[in-house]
T-cell receptor
Framework: AQSVTQLGSHVSVSEGALVLLRCNYS??????LFWYVQYPNQGLQLLLK??????LVKGINGFEAEFKKSETSFHLTKPSAHMSDAAEYFC??????????????FGQGTTLQVKP | GAGVSQTPSNKVTEKGKYVELRCDPI?????LYWYRQSLGQGPEFLIY????????DSGLPNDRFFAVRPEGSVSTLKIQRTERGDSAVYLC?????????????FGPGTRLTVL
């Protein structure tokens, strides 16, 4: 069975500082990996996804993530944090691929706080 | 265009009551998913539909939970004999198809509180 671990339930950075949100997964097959963002009182919004090909994936709002198979990681980064980035971030992995269903398995989430 | 909508946005009910939660997916999306998000946790899969049929309901916690999608569009999640532990945000998502690479678009959720 696949699983996702997000290291750090809360991350606090200063405006303009680097954002690094960590995600590790376990999977017996090549994974498809996703990062979603959830703003207060809104639905989850896809930031980026890795399926195949280039391991460095660029998403919306200046975020990017790198798939590292050897480390089973898919950490999310942004060079310079904005106040508007304050939200909850979820890493997710698709189902084991045997059924090709798209069912997502989520991590527990990381709350990003951006200080002025 | 319109996104995924869910009604009601909030539902407060008493223990033992029956509730229905509605999801309107994006027009033309064939796949529809239900997830449950408890406080401080990530969403957990409940069930998904391809068209009208429930292709995988392995995430439904017990037989008090049931979902339908009779015409392949709107879906209703039904919970019988609600318990306090059912309190959570229920999320619906739709995608163009069932491919693993298809993006799931989420609604804002229904916050269910069982007193």
């Amino acid at each position: 069975a696949q699983s996702v671990t997000q290291l750090g339930s809360h991350v606090s950075v200063s405006e303009g500082a680097l954002v690094l949100l960590r995600c590790n997964y376990s999977s017996s097959v090549p994974p498809y990996l996703f990062w979603y963002v959830q703003y207060p009182n809104q639905g989850l919004q896809l930031l980026l996804k890795y399926t195949t090909g280039a391991t460095l994936v660029k998403g919306i709002n200046g975020f990017e993530a790198e798939f590292k198979k050897s480390e089973t990681s898919f950490h999310l980064t942004k060079p310079s944090a904005h106040m508007s980035d304050a939200a909850e971030y979820f890493c997710a992995v698709s189902d084991d691929g045997s059924s090709n269903t798209g069912k997502l398995i989520f991590g527990q989430g990381t709350t990003l706080q951006v200080k002025p | 265009g319109a996104g995924v909508s869910q009604t009601p946005s909030n539902k407060v009910t008493e223990k033992g009551k029956y509730v229905e939660l509605r999801c309107d997916p994006i027009s033309g999306h064939t796949a529809l998913y239900w997830y449950r998000q408890s406080l401080g946790q990530g969403p957990e899969f409940l069930i998904y539909f391809q068209g009208t049929g429930a292709a995988d309901d392995s995430g439904l916690p017990n037989d008090r939970f049931f979902a339908v999608r009779p015409e392949g569009s709107v879906s209703t999640l039904k919970i019988q004999r609600t318990e306090r532990g059912d309190s959570a945000v229920y999320l619906c998502a739709s995608s163009p198809g069932l491919a693993t690479t298809d993006t799931q678009y989420f609604g804002p959720g229904t916050r269910l509180t069982v007193l």
